[in-house]
């Protein structure tokens, strides 16, 4: 999954995509460095992020979207899918309705009691993110005191109002909430016990890409206001979230959700040349 944030302010590339024109360029390179969804985002969900009116994030997303179905229909792309990450009811529906084919909220319908109605009423698959609360307030959040068993919990109560509201259970999808409500160390632990979300028995998106517990890993020196600085670059981020989704990709996962798609299939590509040639050696009499 290519991430295309098309905002002034995301933590990473905010600004750089903020045009229909410069997002599809965008979104080419995302495509021919072999994504298979395009993720369109018009709200940041950095920390500290404000809120935006639902109405601005309508009119940063639905163009794209428009312009996004237009390019895969002339390139006769149908391998690829458009999924819009909002927390808002009517932009999930305006981009569904648009040809957008996965909602991705990161907040689990909790941001918009809509949410779930949407996604039972349009078909779409939907992500379910483990969350706390808005960007702004998000990081006094993070007390547990069993964080992989907790943040599973929460997700199967997500899972069932979903389920309740008419989404189908083959049409959900989860996703740990890396960065929400969470601090580095807690990250890290999260990572280390997907196994925890695999009980539930859907499939799971993993979202680590540039975010500040990767920055951290590189350099335990820094402080977060250093990582949120940016005293670590996106391509040192990057090159860490290749190797970290390499590792992880050697359990089962629906997918992964990045920045810099040729980075990430290119670790991914080694990882599998490893693996095939170890498959190789091990069936040999």
Do not use: C
Request: net charge negative; charged share 25%.
């Amino acid at each position: 999954m290519g991430v295309l944030n098309v905002t002034p302010d995301s933590f990473s590339d905010g600004g750089k995509y903020d045009s229909v024109e410069s997002a599809l360029d965008h979104a080419r390179l995302l495509l021919i460095g072999g994504a298979n969804v395009i993720d369109v985002g018009g709200e940041s969900t950095r920390p500290g992020a404000p809120r935006v009116a639902p109405e601005v994030e309508l009119s940063r997303v639905l163009p794209v979207v428009d312009a996004l179905v237009a390019e895969l229909a002339a390139t006769n792309r149908r391998d690829v899918r458009i999924s819009v990450d909002t927390m808002n009811a009517t932009t999930a529906l305006a981009a569904v309705s648009a040809g957008a084919h996965i909602i991705n909220d990161v907040s689990g319908g909790l941001a918009d009691p809509k949410m779930f109605s949407v996604a039972a009423a349009t078909g779409a698959e939907i992500v379910i993110s483990h969350w706390r609360g808005f960007s702004d307030g998000m990081d006094q959040l993070n007390t547990y005191l069993d964080l992989a068993a907790e943040v599973a919990a929460e997700l199967k109560l997500r899972i069932d109002a979903a389920i309740a509201a008419g989404v189908s259970r083959n049409k959900i999808i989860l996703d740990p909430g890396l960065g929400f409500a969470k601090d580095m160390g807690q990250n890290w632990e999260l990572v280390a016990r997907l196994d925890e979300l695999d009980k539930l028995g859907l499939p799971v998106l993993v979202g680590a890409s540039r975010k500040r517990f990767i920055a951290g890993a590189l350099d335990t020196g820094l402080d977060e206001a250093d990582i949120e600085s940016g005293q670590i670059n996106n391509g040192r981020r990057d090159l860490a979230t290749a190797v970290l989704t390499a590792l992880l990709l050697q359990r089962k996962l629906w997918g992964v959700r990045v920045h810099n798609v040729v980075a990430t299939n290119d670790a991914i590509a080694i990882v599998e040349a490893l693996r095939f040639a170890e498959d190789g050696k091990s069936g040999q009499s």
